[in-house]
């Protein structure tokens, strides 16, 4: 049985692994020139931020598999979990190398980048509902056994049949295109999935998912330790790379654990920054007019007067708020 001590270790040491990666990856970003390119039409504040190296979701990502073989606890879960990662987190990169490296502002199409996103995501989907020990099933949040509701009866697991790819390849590319909204701010990104992460080392510990507790500790650690470097004023930026390879993370986590549905409620800011973006969209299309200051949400706070440190370290209390929330959900 997994103790909570191994969780710990794996914490400080994918906390210690980011922290002495940093000095060799950041100056070497510099090098190459891979500076952030600032939106004009963002916050006036951020544009003292422009040259400021990104891609160093690489940091976060090295930290990761590193950290998650010192356990010396290696099964098929442990392995799609990072392999999982790593995906995104390519496709992450060969934006961010397109857009910083070979200067074409928009990276890849939108397209190109779903489409890659889609068959990651179904073959996780796949993996999942033909090794899992419930199939097609999912667990639903706040209910044990079962829920009657006069003559309505909700189960614990609720069957999806054939609906059960398409809706893991939803939760995915949502979870994961989630993350890379979220990541505006200095340390948000970050700090946000640190707090989600370090909610699915103690579910996976409690449950026996003793690899994944592993690998949940090593995202939180390695996350805790790329905050040294992230936190306002940032000395670089983990970008698509990072941010898509943290939301896949996230989201291979809560599926090999069967709780897709927990995702809305732990990663509630992750679901905000999205929807912002989306009633935004529709509000200009339809009526010419914009619900917030602007998307997404964090960008709203800021021009509403918040301190970019408040906007940050708000975000990170509601989802320390959200997580106990979803502990009650989960037992």
């Known amino acids: 049985m997994l103790q909570q001590n191994q969780l710990i270790y794996?914490?400080?040491?994918?906390?210690?692994?980011?922290?002495?990666?940093?000095?060799?990856?950041?100056?070497?970003?510099?090098?190459?020139?891979?500076?952030?390119?600032?939106?004009e039409e963002g916050p006036q504040s951020h544009l003292t931020k422009s040259g400021t190296p990104t891609i160093?979701?690489?940091?976060?990502?090295?930290?990761?598999?590193?950290?998650?073989?010192?356990?010396?606890?290696?099964?098929?879960?442990?392995l799609v979990a990072i392999g999982a990662t790593i995906a995104f987190g390519l496709i992450g990169f060969i934006d961010d190398f397109i857009k910083v490296v070979l200067k074409r502002n928009l990276g890849l199409r939108a397209y190109q980048k779903l489409l890659l996103q889609i068959s990651v995501a179904v073959l996780l989907a796949i993996y999942q509902s033909n090794t899992s020990?419930?199939?097609?099933k999912i667990i639903i949040p706040f209910i044990d056994g079962s829920l009657q509701i006069g003559n309505i009866v909700i189960p614990q697991y609720l069957d999806l049949g054939i609906f059960y790819i398409p809706f893991i390849v939803f939760v995915v590319v949502a979870t994961v295109n989630s993350a890379n909204l979220t990541d505006g701010l200095d340390g948000l990104a970050a700090g946000v999935t640190l707090i989600i992460t370090g909610f699915f080392s103690l579910l996976a510990m409690s449950w026996g998912y003793t690899s994944l507790a592993i690998f949940a500790s090593a995202v939180t650690g390695a996350c805790l330790g790329f905050l040294r470097y992230n936190t306002h004023p940032a000395q670089?930026?983990?970008?698509?790379?990072?941010?898509?390879?943290?939301?896949?993370?996230?989201?291979?986590?809560?599926?090999?654990?069967?709780?897709?549905?927990?995702?809305?409620?732990?990663?509630?800011?992750?679901?905000?920054?999205?929807?912002?973006?989306?009633?935004?969209?529709?509000?200009f299309k339809t009526t010419g007019?914009?619900?917030?200051?602007?998307?997404?949400?964090?960008?709203?706070?800021e021009l509403s007067g918040w301190a970019e440190?408040?906007?940050?370290?708000?975000?990170?209390?509601?989802?320390?708020?959200?997580?106990?929330?979803?502990?009650?959900?989960?037992h």
């Open 10 to 39: 794996t914490i400080i040491i994918g906390f210690f692994i980011t922290l002495l990666l940093g000095p060799l990856i950041i100056p070497f970003l510099r090098r190459l020139k891979v500076g952030q390119t600032i939106r």
């Open 133 to 136: 020990v419930v199939e097609t």
């Open 309 to 330: 440190t408040k906007v940050v370290i708000v975000f990170w209390i509601v989802t320390v708020i959200l997580c106990l929330v979803g502990i009650l959900a989960l």
């Open 236 to 283: 670089v930026f983990m970008g698509d790379t990072g941010s898509l390879a943290l939301g896949g993370a996230v989201a291979t986590m809560a599926i090999l654990m069967n709780v897709p549905l927990i995702i809305p409620i732990v990663g509630g800011i992750y679901f905000a920054e999205s929807l912002s973006v989306i009633l935004q969209v529709i509000s």
């Open 56 to 78: 160093g979701g690489i940091i976060i990502i090295v930290s990761i598999i590193i950290t998650s073989f010192t356990a010396g606890i290696i099964n098929t879960d442990l």
């Open 289 to 301: 007019k914009r619900i917030f200051k602007m998307s997404p949400l964090h960008h709203h706070y």
